[in-house]
């Protein structure tokens, strides 16, 4: 970096000292100017275009051209600055004018207005898409060029392997990421080290960085679930991460559709280079004999196809190749046979030859012939020494040249030289070429080992694929590897795919190769693993029957931990269909089994499942249980155990009322789920915490979270289900018009569960609609379905609260509850309105308690009324107002009720997690990168005053800082709402 020393002309003109001899002669340089308007603050960041450096003769001689200052980022917005704001100016580095890029100044600007707010410690994701052969890497190289000197630059990408290579890029990435990297990815540590460890090569680095990802739409699951990692995080890290793409070969479907979707929008910018136009080809073209229109009208403005059309040119005639492919052809033809003919063997070989695999590949002449082909720029050959062709349309147009039986001869080829590599070579990489041989032993062989390792690295897709790989040539394995087959493949599609009827069909598969040879502890395994499979796609018959078998099958054998995790399945689906007493016994079973074996996972599994049916009986002990299968799954990085813990242990506190026990499990465990990127529980959870915010009368609250969550897209039936009867029941009681269609949706989703957890709440939901629409049939038959079921498959505050509703339609619980009926309900039954209207107050649930004063009789019935009016009305809850107003006026009474307000909800009155109006302002300020110095200033607050507001607010989001502060609102957008 040069030195150089900038004062104020005038306003908006800035001249320039260069204090150090640059050497490069007729070079262009760019220069960043830092606005400082107070200390150690940026004001704002501006870019000079062009400084001519031959000027700058002898060192520390003056240098006086004068810029006018405009803004990089807001071109059309004018500033004035006061003469006495301070500027610092830096050299970007870029040399500008030294590559020809035609029509892509505007996204190289972007790029370079990107990573100036990198330098300032404001990191962002660049999604750079377009076709194939728009330009992508053209622009990447002239960017990272003038880049060099300011920032560090990593980069790697990924390749068109048939099954890509775990971590392929970040392989590429791992020297520049450091020692730890590169030693984690050898050794195939797991992602929860993993990842943590690349971040923080990313913090902790005397330069900012550039971090390069290419072609992400080849890219492996592990490589996507590292970089919606970073990118998620990225507005905390001093880091520019570009991801390039083909646009077009990314669909709704696509696992990096997902990835972009999960990234925050904030920190987020996509860049999409356009074809070039009529214009643009005849700067290209202007040396060559083509006209500009005849090459428009046959690349259609595709960079790569006019470059190569133009490159085809030998002078001799001005003909246009008729393809891409003759392009190509027209190219090879130019070259020697010898050249032509390693051309045609290499170029089976996807992405990057590395200089191990030329070592192994080449004989002295094809080092030569390697050579040849890097100075006529036909392949390339980049700082590391790893061979390319220059474009993957320019390897797939000479692989179009050869014949199925030439290709599957050169995959053969190079299969056994990579075989005879050991090391040097990979799994990815062998079973790639032995695919492409058809050498099914080989892909037997390799491929489920390359599962294994890919899979270790959460990789599942790619394990998918590499079994998939091996199964196409099932016809000539032997039974246990065909077996083995099967139910590896189903394991790994069961993960990372929809659990569809192949991956039921494989296990099937399993379990009949598997008792063909006598291994019954294969076909228990298999039995339970079916089991799961049709518990998740909502088919509890299946799942029963299944389990129901494997315990038989284990049962017949000696004891094992397998019996013992049977045991525990069927503890859990006890537990899940609130047959509690069965879940404790099976629970406990399997229990004594671990004793004997000493597995800590059943142990935590049994622990969860028999804690949970012992709260959910009123048992305080199960708490206890709970809170240490947490701890043990804490201590062995169990993570979604854990998240198993905090949702069974939240939703306790919430249905039984335990509000400040909710309150801290529900925060805690979705802090711990958003930062162990558990989506699937975190959203369960979320929805959770949304019945929380209902139960408490804070319906406003629960309707923004319930519908963020509904929000978020691809979410299962499951991790749905908790928001979306949250959202119906808030829409029901705040009077908005489409609750009705809400509530239906809730009871068939409910029903499609089979669960009585999810189905009860659904039916006791209707029943209160039907009260407040005076439609007494509807209610009672919802009553009837709820009084039909066996009383000891349900909990005792809903089964309080089916006796209430069975009592206001006057019908009777066929079953005596005795002192198990919470207080509230049981106070109402023995007709002590007033009383129970006080327990529901003490317990925190307003709602309930206007609703019981509601059924009140006799000359009270005035009194109770406006109590009820006073909290309904500050809970906005109109359409029990309305029906409030209804049974006044049938007993002579007039409330007169206020004309409901209309209005935007005022998000700073009540939020979700009780952050104060203030925090809410500072919350702002702190996500978009603002230090406390910079709040304190921005607010006019001394600093004292804004750390105390900081910690509250960490305090209240139970975040570590403000990273974590920083990914909970990433992932609850109506913790910050745009009111405030």
């Known amino acids: 970096m040069h030195s150089i020393h900038c004062d104020w002309v005038g306003f908006g003109v800035v001249r320039i000292l260069v204090m150090q001899k640059i050497k490069e002669p007729n070079a262009e340089f760019g220069v960043v100017l830092f606005l400082v308007s107070r200390p150690d603050t940026v004001y704002s960041v501006y870019d000079v275009a062009r400084l001519n450096t031959t000027v700058a003769i002898p060192i520390f001689r003056e240098f006086i051209p004068i810029f006018h200052v405009k803004s990089v980022y807001y071109p059309e917005y004018r500033h004035s600055f006061d003469l006495n704001c301070q500027i610092i100016a830096y050299f970007t580095g870029y040399r500008l004018g030294e590559s020809t890029l035609v029509e892509r100044e505007v996204p190289l600007q972007k790029l370079r207005g990107l990573a100036d707010q990198a330098r300032l410690g404001r990191g962002t994701v660049a999604l750079l898409g377009g076709e194939a052969g728009i330009g992508k890497t053209t622009l990447l190289n002239a960017f990272q060029d003038s880049m060099q000197g300011s920032f560090r630059i990593i980069r790697g990408g990924c390749d068109p392997l048939f099954t890509p290579r775990t971590f392929g890029a970040i392989h590429d990435m791992a020297n520049a990421l450091g020692p730890d990297v590169a030693q984690m990815l050898s050794s195939n540590t797991q992602t929860a080290t993993l990842f943590p460890t690349i971040l923080t090569s990313l913090q902790e680095t005397r330069r900012p960085t550039i971090l390069i990802c290419e072609d992400v739409h080849w890219a492996d699951n592990a490589t ?579 006796a209430i509703w069975s009592h206001r339609f006057q019908r009777n619980m066929r079953h005596d509850l005795g002192d198990g009926m919470p207080r509230p309900y049981k106070l109402e039954l023995a007709g002590d309105i007033f009383a129970a209207a006080d327990a529901w107050e003490q317990l925190g649930s307003p709602y309930s308690s206007a609703v019981a004063l509601m059924q009140t009789l006799g000359p009270q019935q005035e009194q109770a009324f406006k109590r009820a009016l006073k909290i309904l009305s500050k809970l906005e809850a109109k359409a029990a107002i309305k029906k409030l107003d209804k049974i006044a006026k049938s007993a002579g009474i007039d409330l007169k009720i206020p004309k409901s307000r209309r209005g935007p909800y005022k998000a700073s009155r009540n939020h979700p997690l009780g952050l104060t109006a203030r925090e809410q302002e500072i919350l702002r300020l702190m996500v978009s990168g603002s230090t406390n110095r910079e709040i304190s200033e921005t607010l006019s607050r001394s600093q004292r005053t804004v750390e105390h507001h900081v910690s509250s607010i960490l305090a209240k989001l139970n975040a570590k800082n403000r990273m974590a502060a920083m990914l909970r609102i990433q992932d609850e957008p109506w913790l910050l709402p745009k009111e405030v």
């Open 224 to 802: 996507l679930d590292l970089l919606k990692f970073i990118g998620r995080r990225i507005q905390f890290i001093p880091c520019l991460m570009i991801l390039s793409f083909r646009s077009d070969e990314i669909n709704a479907s696509h696992p990096l559709t997902q990835v972009i979707g999960d990234l925050p929008s904030s920190p987020t910018r996509r860049i999409e280079l356009e074809r070039l136009s009529l214009p643009g080809i005849g700067k290209l073209a202007e040396s060559s004999a083509y006209r500009a229109e005849d090459l428009y009208q046959i690349t259609a403005g595709n960079p790569f196809f006019v470059t190569e059309l133009l490159a085809a040119y030998d002078g001799s005639e001005t003909r246009l190749p008729a393809s891409i492919t003759d392009a190509v052809a027209s190219r090879l033809s130019h070259l020697s046979q010898n050249e032509r003919q390693f051309l045609d063997q290499i170029c089976v070989i996807p992405g990057t030859i590395s200089p191990s695999m030329q070592n192994a590949l080449f004989t002295a002449d094809q080092e030569r012939l390697a050579k040849s082909c890097v100075d006529q720029n036909v392949l390339i050959e980049d700082e590391n020494g790893n061979l390319r062709f220059r474009h993957e349309l320019a390897r797939l147009a000479t692989l179009s040249r050869q014949s199925a039986q030439g290709q599957k001869k050169r995959h053969a080829e190079i299969m056994q030289v990579l075989m005879k590599m050991e090391d040097a070579a990979t799994l990815d990489q062998i079973v790639h070429h032995a695919a492409g041989a058809l050498d099914g032993k080989s892909v037997l062989k390799y491929a489920p080992k390359a599962a294994k390792m890919a899979a270790a690295s959460g990789a599942h897709r790619e394990a998918v694929s590499h079994y998939a790989a091996a199964l196409k040539f099932i016809d000539i394995a032997s039974p246990e590897t065909a077996a083995q087959l099967y139910e590896d493949w189903a394991y790994e599609a069961g993960l990372s795919l929809h659990i569809d009827d192949s991956v039921l069909e494989a296990r099937r598969h399993a379990v009949i190769l598997w008792r063909a040879q006598g291994r019954m502890d294969k076909v228990a395994e298999n039995l339970r693993w079916l089991s799961r499979l049709h518990w998740y796609r909502g088919e509890a018959a299946d799942a029963d029957r299944y389990l129901e078998q494997a315990i038989a099958v284990l049962e017949d054998m000696p004891p094992s931990i397998q019996r013992a995790m049977a045991y525990s399945l069927r503890s859990q689906l006890c537990m899940l269909n609130d047959k509690m007493e069965a879940s404790i016994e099976w629970g406990n079973r399997a229990l004594e089994l671990e004793q004997d074996f000493k597995d800590v996972s059943v142990r935590i599994h049994a622990l969860n499942n028999i804690g949970t049916s012992k709260v959910f009986r009123g048992d305080q002990a199960g708490v206890d249980l709970l809170l240490e299968s947490l701890e043990l799954s804490l201590a062995n990085d169990l993570h979604e155990d854990a998240a198993r813990v905090y949702t069974n242990l939240g939703e306790y506190g919430v249905v039984f009322r335990e509000f400040d026990l909710a309150e801290r499990i529900l925060t805690e465990g979705v802090a711990f789920d958003i930062e162990h990127d558990l989506d699937s529980w975190t959203h369960y959870l979320q929805g959770r915490l949304a019945l929380l915010r209902m139960k408490q009368g804070r319906l406003r609250d629960a309707e923004a979270i319930a519908k963020g969550v509904l929000g978020i897209q691809r979410l299962t039936l499951l991790m749905r289900l908790p928001a979306l009867q949250v959202l119906a029941k808030t829409q029901m009681r705040l009077g908005n018009e489409g609750a009705p269609a809400l509530i239906q949706q809730s009871l068939n989703d409910a029903l499609a569960t089979g669960e009585l957890q999810h189905i009860v709440p659904a039916r006791l939901t209707l029943i209160e609609a039907a009260w407040l629409d005076d439609n007494s049939r509807d209610a009672i038959e919802q009553i009837e379905q709820l009084l039909a079921l066996d009383n000891s498959e349900r909990h005792a505050w809903d089964l309080g609260e089916v």
